[in-house]
């Protein structure tokens, strides 16, 4: 009894680590937790968790569906890659697969500019082509 009630709980801390709550949507959208600077590419991953069959999801961005165009494109593995990101990228996203399943909203932050990584006295651009 003991180890059985001591793998619930193990499961239901690594479930609360990876994905941040113990319970809520069967499907989980994996975007960066960290501010993403303009310029950058960002792959957005949606996962359901109760298949492991690779599905085509949906995506929304603050509320509204997001039209692929060059910039954001879509697979059929549950992703969609922004390239390169753009300060109007910013905001609010959940992912949607065709049973319905859809995932709870992340932020994306985007920040204008580039990051500069500075060493002694050498200053390298991040980013810069």
């Known amino acids: 009894m003991g180890h059985t009630l001591l793998a619930v709980l193990g499961l239901f801390l690594l479930n609360t680590l990876l ?14 937790e960290f501010t993403l600077f303009e310029g950058e590419s960002v792959i957005l991953r949606c996962k359901h968790r ?26 059929t593995t549950g992703e969609m890659t922004i390239d390169p990101v753009s300060v109007s990228d910013e905001g609010w996203y959940k992912c949607q697969f065709a049973d319905g399943t859809e995932s709870e909203e992340k932020e994306l932050r985007v920040k204008a500019g580039t ?15």
């Open 19 to 32: 994905y941040g709550h113990a319970e809520g949507a069967d499907a989980v959208l994996e975007i960066p």
């Open 50 to 75: 109760t298949t492991r069959r690779t599905m085509t999801a949906t995506f929304y961005k603050d509320g509204s569906l997001i039209k692929m165009d060059r910039n954001h494109r879509s697979s």
């Open 115 to 129: 990051a500069t990584l500075t060493a002694d006295r050498t200053i390298i651009p991040l980013g810069a082509a």
